[in-house]
């Protein structure tokens, strides 16, 4: 059971200052659109920014109720694995909720640090499907070092074949996606 989080707080600007990032429309769409063609379990967008919460609120009624849902059936059906919550405690009481065990979190970052977790041992274990995983996306410049520090895993990074490795938070959740749960 995997469960995704798109973190907007506490994540890093590239001073490495704390900050609370923007939402991107971009990041909503193509994330969840990812989560559903793999098959996540769900997919949660986390601010504690009332008007950033609202704006996301805003985009997913649009494709699940308004024009959007006439014009695009497929998006409506993505956006419909979409939650809004102000903070990550919140999303680990959803999921306790809906599953009846506390998630295992898995930090994500581009940066080469002493990852514990590689993307075959993930995906074993959630083949098992024994207990929910929460996999932590960050915006902005990365996941806070207090974040990744708390969580019970560190992904390895996405290595790419050149010194580059910037990728886009939505580029990086469809390429984790497919490794843990796309066809071998």
Same mark, same amino acid.
């Given at each position: 059971?995997?469960?995704?989080?798109?973190?907007?707080?506490?994540?890093?600007? /590239?001073?490495?200052?704390?900050?609370?990032?923007?939402?991107?429309?971009? +990041?909503?769409?193509?994330?969840?659109?990812?989560?559903? !063609?793999?098959?996540?379990?769900? *997919?949660? %967008?986390?601010?504690?920014?009332? +008007?950033?919460?609202?704006? %996301?609120?805003?985009?997913?009624?649009?494709?699940?109720?308004?024009?959007?849902?006439?014009?695009?059936?497929? #998006?409506? =059906?993505?956006?419909? !694995?979409?939650?809004? #919550?102000?903070?990550?405690? +919140? %999303?680990?009481? +959803?999921? /306790?909720?809906?599953?009846?065990?506390?998630?295992? $979190?898995?930090?994500?970052?581009?940066?080469?640090?002493?990852?514990?977790?590689? *993307? =075959?041992?993930?995906?074993?274990?959630?083949?098992?499907?024994? /207990?929910?995983? @929460?996999?932590?996306?960050?915006?902005?410049?990365? @996941?806070?070092? =207090?974040?990744?520090?708390?969580?019970? *895993? $560190?992904?390895?990074?996405?290595?790419?074949?050149?010194?580059?490795?910037?990728?886009?938070? /939505?580029?990086?959740?469809?390429?984790? $996606?497919?490794? @843990? @749960?796309?066809?071998?």
């Amino acid at each position: 059971m995997l469960y995704l989080a798109l973190i907007h707080y506490p994540v890093k600007n /590239r001073n490495n200052e704390i900050i609370a990032s923007a939402v991107t429309n971009l +990041d909503i769409h193509d994330i969840a659109r990812a989560a559903k !063609t793999y098959g996540a379990e769900a *997919f949660f %967008v986390v601010s504690p920014l009332e +008007d950033q919460r609202a704006l %996301v609120s805003k985009i997913i009624r649009h494709w699940e109720t308004g024009a959007g849902a006439v014009y695009n059936r497929d #998006r409506k =059906e993505a956006l419909a !694995t979409v939650t809004v #919550r102000p903070g990550l405690k +919140d %999303v680990l009481n +959803d999921i /306790r909720n809906q599953t009846g065990k506390a998630p295992l $979190l898995v930090a994500t970052t581009a940066a080469e640090a002493m990852a514990n977790l590689s *993307f =075959e041992d993930f995906r074993r274990r959630l083949l098992k499907k024994d /207990r929910p995983w @929460l996999l932590l996306l960050g915006t902005g410049w990365g @996941l806070s070092d =207090e974040l990744i520090g708390s969580s019970d *895993f $560190l992904l390895e990074p996405i290595r790419g074949n050149t010194g580059y490795n910037h990728l886009s938070v /939505r580029s990086a959740a469809s390429v984790i $996606l497919d490794r @843990l @749960l796309g066809r071998s």
